[in-house]
């Protein structure tokens, strides 16, 4: 069983950035589809980007333009550049395939202060 390890969160002011990885313990290489979901207190986990195999991106309209999806096969690794953050991003952030998910890892919490 694949298991995922969140990093990179942390306290940042408004306007700040900060850069998650996911690594797995297997190899990512033949998922189609990768994502990125988070989870603020009393909401529901939302998927906020994806990435697929060939590398093409999608993203929820609130993080458009400020979120980028990556993904490193070579070292079972996606990425999450958030740029321009607001407080309305506080939430824990996941990574996990979007369709036959893997059991979720613990997350990384990201927090922004206003």
């Known amino acids: 069983q694949v298991q995922l390890v969140e990093s990179g969160g942390g306290l940042v002011q408004t306007g700040g950035s900060l850069r998650l990885s996911c690594a797995a313990s297997g190899s990512i290489a033949s998922i189609n589809a990768m994502g990125w979901y988070r989870q603020a207190p009393g909401k529901q986990r939302e998927l906020v980007a994806v990435i697929n195999s060939g590398g093409s991106t999608n993203y929820a309209d609130s993080v458009k333009g400020r979120f980028t999806i990556s993904r490193d096969n070579a070292k079972n690794t996606v990425y999450l550049q958030m740029n321009s953050l607001k407080p309305g991003d506080t939430a824990v952030y996941y990574c996990?395939?979007?369709?036959?998910?893997?059991?979720w890892g613990q997350g990384t919490q990201v927090t922004v202060s206003s």
């Open positions: 996990n395939r979007v369709s036959a998910r893997y059991p």
